[in-house]
């Protein structure tokens, strides 16, 4: 596959796990389009670069092996590294961090004020929010498995 501005790079260490989660996907799908576009996917993988038309498909799987606790169950803290770091290097990995330093951002205004107030609400399942005034602004902050995401700022 050529590579592309949008390619991502994989480590060997990255596609040892990634190859192998997509095969474990692969050996329960029958939807033949799946299959081809899998297929296809640890093709990419084994050639050390994914673009952007195989990366989702490759940001779902590496995103639910980690979050279920498959990745570190079967390949251990090392391969659960691995696989965060390739997520971060994928859509939804990129997005959580984007998210996550738009949220850094606004927090810092916060740096040198008195906190008037803090607080804390669930949302709903793994979901939060997370309320800070001050004098004059007022952030609020929800926390979830998409990450970190600014809700709402008053000032």
Known sequence: MPETAAAIRVSSAERDVAVEEVRAVLASVRDEGYRE????????LEAGTVDDELAGALDRIVTLGLQ???IRHV??????QAALRLYRKLPGGRAVQESAQEVAAA???LAGRTLDSVAIQPVGPGAFSVSLSTDGIHLSV???RQGARLHSVEA
Not at 37 to 44: G, I, K, P, S, T
Not at 75 to 80: D, F, K, Q, R, T
């Open 142 to 144: 929800r926390l979830d």
């Open 68 to 70: 279920s606790g498959r």
């Open 37 to 44: 576009q899998l297929e296809e996917l640890v093709e990419a």
């Open 107 to 109: 927090l810092s205004s």
């Open 75 to 80: 390949y251990g803290p090392g391969g659960e």
